[in-house]
């Protein structure tokens, strides 16, 4: 392989819409991946696009990374299923409508178009949920992906591009001299590229640990079910105040429930396990949230692997004492704001002008 | 006379067993080694029938010929009772609402069955 | 959710196998559970009748005799039973987690017995979907358990020794055979007749159905497969094609009963993640374990079917060991009672094995029924992924079941792929032309069975719930 402007180490959301919107500016990219490209959190997260689980400061990227997904023939060609709906965000008890109205507030100061809306109102949007609910925040920008169709989709777009994939390289070794990285994975392969881009996810500690920068990266496994197909159980996308439950329906008619409720893992080994308690937990809510739910039988769990850094705030930018090394990674709702957080990163490794001051990794060194 | 008779009751027998013993199937059920159950009422897709009580679902709608249980996702294609141990999920029918394996079911008085196209029902 | 308290042994499968090492255990005074998702003791193979069923009269069969004696063991040793329970988890350590009519409740303990036996291996053709096409091991249900007729006229297919039993069986109840399509030439039946040898007992049963079967002038197809199987007003249509000169021969009747041979359940030591390894003769995917049945994780044991095809009889010696060998590792019994035990269950379990492998080359998937699934045929029937979307996928670059799983969605329905992935298996790899184990298998997934939301939720009161940190602002 000869030539590489850039190579992106990490083939999931961030980095391989970094590398799409870079290749589209005429460099010559590839990106690396231990798997298959967005086999990670990217191709097993739930798909929700919703700002009412968004982290607030997070509002106005996640917003642009939704415009993105309700126009993936502008960028990403074809073939993933994106669906916009109303997304509803429910209120359960006297202490969630304090906690929903404070927060649906705050991120209504960030640009998020949610209100506050009666249950009768609520109600005759989405007739299925619970009539026990004190209050909901609607918003209309709401929504979701089929996250599992993200590999194939980026796959076709990249090599439209003419973005090289390597998948089942796991890197071990990053050389860097004369302006120049030398990337070689634990079989002793090489690849040369002028410049890199860390986007690997849940390993990111690890990768970075390759460059001499130590930061800490928490993984956080996270449970997701999936009901068997159902007539009509839902017609929004549905959170609630405390954030711990999302729901959706397919137009297959299976509905996934998530909430980042945690099961077991372990990045080392690959290891995971549910934690049948915390998948129980998770299910009542559901069926609190959406009571025909209770008619439908679970069909599978799965787990996902989400990275945090210690404040919770994503890494995005130059990679410090380094030339032409980049960072993208840890985003909380990173699948919405995925396709534009990589945009801009694309925009910054091109020499234009893009703040990322807010997502410098220097604040997390010591 | 004496022959339309007989042609006549026997047919009238033949009707009157439709209608409640749709379930009797005499010739089908082993009858050596086992009483059957009390006769109890279920309803199958709005259709009151008599049936055993304790009898499995899935078989008793097999042999009584409603062989047709739920409807596939793509092709549309009739589906039913198949390996009879719980594991291919073919005979699901919603009972009193919910979706269940007909073939780990056992007929109880006043069971609500619907079969057919379970999520277009 | 109710939490029992822990028990000594966990036995998940009250079949054969698991009932056995249930009783072994119980001999030393161990507290010991057995869990089976029927309302009774027995498995597929000795499978009880309804509870409703009353007994009437001196007749029976000796499958239920088997059961009863089952049954009445069990409660003589005082082994706790949890009938009709579905085991919807498997967690290390363990934690088993499990729902019935009433709810949901989770047990604990550090020795597990999974006896989850087998499932029926059916491989696809055209039209094995249609409603009236049922296993040859549920056909032996309806009769031995359910005490039906699936039909009065049944066309019985497959491969193996089943087709005989089953057949005899419904003549002797009184329904009539249309026809016997068995994919092995009468050379091979002849061959493995000679393994059968090593069980008399089964051999002299063998010969009687065979001489009814023939007295009863039941047609017999050899080398044959069914090609198709069409809805009729009046029943089913069924092709019947001769494997040699591709010949068809049609005839209606009212149901197909078709089998190819067992697979064995691999749902829960997928899901715990142990080693497996590919055995096509002991069905397919197995467990990696030793001799005493004990895997490579502490305390966990693969009896009976599930750990490899061996036979019902095979499955109460493979019990007998991995009980044993929990003794010993409990220490309640010493190394010389133990090697006196355990040598004379192996040396009877290798009589066994010889009369196994004889009967699996008859169940062994011929390679003329994977060749005749036509591109339209539907092979995962949860989802209706036919053939063609099986080699699309391959072709497009999936090189393992996870793979084509992720790209097709075979075997993301209710099912989970249990009917399905073998099929999926031979055909991506008779496509390229690798050798079958390369494709890995389905990694094993919560919930082993779909999940019922309303048991699952049970009881709660909404505060409970929410004692969950609120996600970060």
């Known amino acids: 392989m000869n030539n590489i402007d850039i190579a992106v180490i990490g083939g999931g959301i961030n980095g391989s819409s970094t590398a799409l919107h870079l290749a589209k500016n005429g460099l010559k990219v590839c990106v690396i991946d231990k798997d298959s490209i967005c086999r990670g959190a990217s191709g097993v997260n739930a798909g929700t696009l919703t700002m009412h689980m968004t982290r607030a400061k997070l509002i106005p990227f996640a917003k642009k990374g939704w415009e993105l997904w309700m126009n993936t023939e502008k960028w990403l060609s074809n073939n993933i299923d994106v669906k916009k709906k109303n997304g509803l965000c429910l209120a359960f008890t006297e202490e969630e409508e304090k906690l929903l109205n404070e927060r649906s507030q705050i991120r209504k100061e960030y640009g998020a178009d949610i209100n506050i809306i009666s249950k009768s109102e609520a109600l005759k949007i989405d007739p299925n949920i619970n009539n026990k609910i004190k209050c909901a925040a609607f918003c209309e920008m709401d929504g979701y992906v089929s996250a599992n169709q993200t590999g194939d989709a980026y796959t076709k777009a990249l090599k439209e591009n003419n973005v090289e994939i390597i998948e089942n390289f796991e890197v071990s070794k990053i050389n860097n001299s004369n302006n120049n990285y030398e990337i070689i994975d634990v079989h002793g392969k090489k690849i040369n590229a002028n410049k890199i881009v860390l986007a690997a996810g849940v390993y990111l500690e690890k990768i970075l640990k390759l460059v001499d920068i130590n930061i800490k990266i928490k993984c956080f496994p996270q449970q997701l079910i999936v009901t068997e197909r159902m007539p009509e159980l839902l017609k929004t996308v549905i959170t609630v105040a405390h954030g711990k439950l999302s729901l959706k329906q397919f137009e297959n008619g299976t509905v996934l429930i998530g909430g980042g409720w945690p099961g077991k893992g372990n990045i080392e080994n690959g290891y995971n396990e549910t934690i049948p308690e915390n998948l129980i937990g998770n299910m009542r809510l559901a069926c609190h949230a959406i009571p025909n739910l209770k008619n439908s039988r679970v069909s599978r769990v799965w787990l996902g692997l989400e990275a945090e850094t210690d404040d919770a705030m994503p890494i995005i930018g130059e990679l410090p004492n380094l030339k032409n090394a980049f960072i993208i990674g840890s985003i909380h709702s990173g699948y919405t704001s995925g396709p534009y957080m990589g945009k801009l990163l694309s925009e910054k490794i091109l020499g234009n002008d893009v703040d990322l001051s807010m997502f410098d990794i220097r604040r997390l060194m010591n | 006379m004496f022959f339309f008779d007989i042609i006549t009751s026997s047919l009238n027998i033949k009707i009157k067993k439709r209608w409640t013993l749709l379930h009797e199937t005499v010739n089908l059920r082993i009858h050596d080694y086992f009483e059957r159950g009390k006769k109890v009422k279920i309803i199958v897709n709005d259709d009151t029938i008599e049936a055993f009580e304790g009898e499995c679902l899935s078989v008793v709608l097999f042999i009584t010929n409603k062989k047709n249980l739920r409807t596939s996702p793509k092709l549309k294609e009739n589906r039913g009772m198949f390996c009879m141990m719980g594991s291919c999920q073919e005979c699901v029918v919603l009972l009193d609402g919910k979706k269940v394996t007909s073939c780990n079911i056992f007929i109880k008085d006043g069971m609500e069955i619907k079969t057919g196209n379970l999520n277009e029902l | ?473």
Not at chain 3, 62 to 77: A, G, P, V, W, Y
Not at chain 3, 177 to 189: G, R
Request: aromatic share 8%; proline share 4%; hydrophobic share 35%.
């Open chain 3, 1 to 473: 959710m109710s939490y029992k308290k822990e028990y000594d042994v966990i036995i998940i499968g009250a079949g054969p196998s698991g009932v056995k090492s249930a009783l072994t255990c119980s001999k030393k005074g161990l507290k010991v559970l057995i869990i089976d998702s029927n309302g009774n003791s027995g498995g597929q193979i000795y499978r009880a009748p309804p509870k409703s069923y009353i007994k009437k009269s001196k007749k029976t069969l000796e499958e239920n005799l088997i059961q009863l004696k089952f049954s009445e063991d069990l409660t003589k040793n005082n082994i706790d039973t949890a009938y009709n329970h579905t085991v919807w988890q498997v967690s290390p350590g363990f934690k088993i987690d499990a729902f019935n009519e009433n709810g949901t409740i989770q047990w604990n303990t550090k020795n597990l017995i999974v006896a989850t036996g087998t499932y029926e291996k059916i491989i696809p053709f055209d039209g094995w979907t249609t409603p009236g096409v049922i296993g040859l091991a549920a056909c032996t249900i309806l009769l031995k358990a359910h005490q039906t007729i699936p039909g009065n006229k049944i066309v019985l297919a497959g491969n193996g020794p089943l087709l005989i039993s089953v057949a005899y069986y419904i003549l002797k109840f009184g329904g009539k055979v249309d026809a016997i399509v068995d994919t092995s030439s009468k050379f091979e039946w002849i061959k493995s007749m000679i393994s059968l040898i090593f069980n008399p007992k089964n051999f002299i049963q063998g010969i009687s159905w065979l001489l009814k079967i023939i007295f009863s002038r039941v047609p017999i197809y050899s080398n044959s497969l069914i090609n198709k199987v069409s809805k009729k007003e009046n029943g089913i249509s069924v092709e019947i094609q001769n494997i040699k000169n591709k010949q068809i021969k049609e005839l209606t009747t009212e149901v197909l009963a078709v089998g190819h041979g067992l697979t064995p359940s691999t749902d829960i030591s997928r899901l715990l993640k142990i080693d497996h390894s590919y055995d096509d003769l002991k069905g397919g995917w197995i467990p990696k374990l030793d001799k005493y049945f004990k895997s490579s994780m502490k305390g966990l044991y693969i009896v009976g079917d599930g750990s490899g095809i061996s036979g019902a009889i095979a499955a109460e010696e493979k019990g007998e060991l991995a009980a044993y060998s929990i003794l010993k590792d409990l220490k309640l019994i010493g190394e010389i009672e133990f090697e006196n035990n355990t040598s004379k269950v192996i040396k009877k379990l290798k009589r066994y094995e010889i009369f196994a492998k004889g009967i699996a080359k008859l169940n062994a998937t011929p390679q003329s029924l994977i060749e005749n699934i036509s591109n339209n045929t539907v092979i995962c029937r949860c989802e209706d992924i036919t053939k063609k979307d099986i080699i699309h996928a391959v072709e497009n670059g999936a090189r393992n079941l996870n793979q084509i799983k992720s790209w097709t969605r075979f075997g993301m329905g209710p099912c989970q792929g249990r009917t399905c992935q073998y099929s999926v298996a031979k055909i991506a790899s008779e496509h390229l032309r690798c050798n079958i184990k390369d494709l890995s298998y389905l990694t094993g997934r919560t919930p082993l069975r779909p999940f019922p939301l309303d048991k699952a939720i049970g009881d709660y009161e909404y505060e409970e719930i929410t004692k969950v940190e609120a996600a970060p602002l």
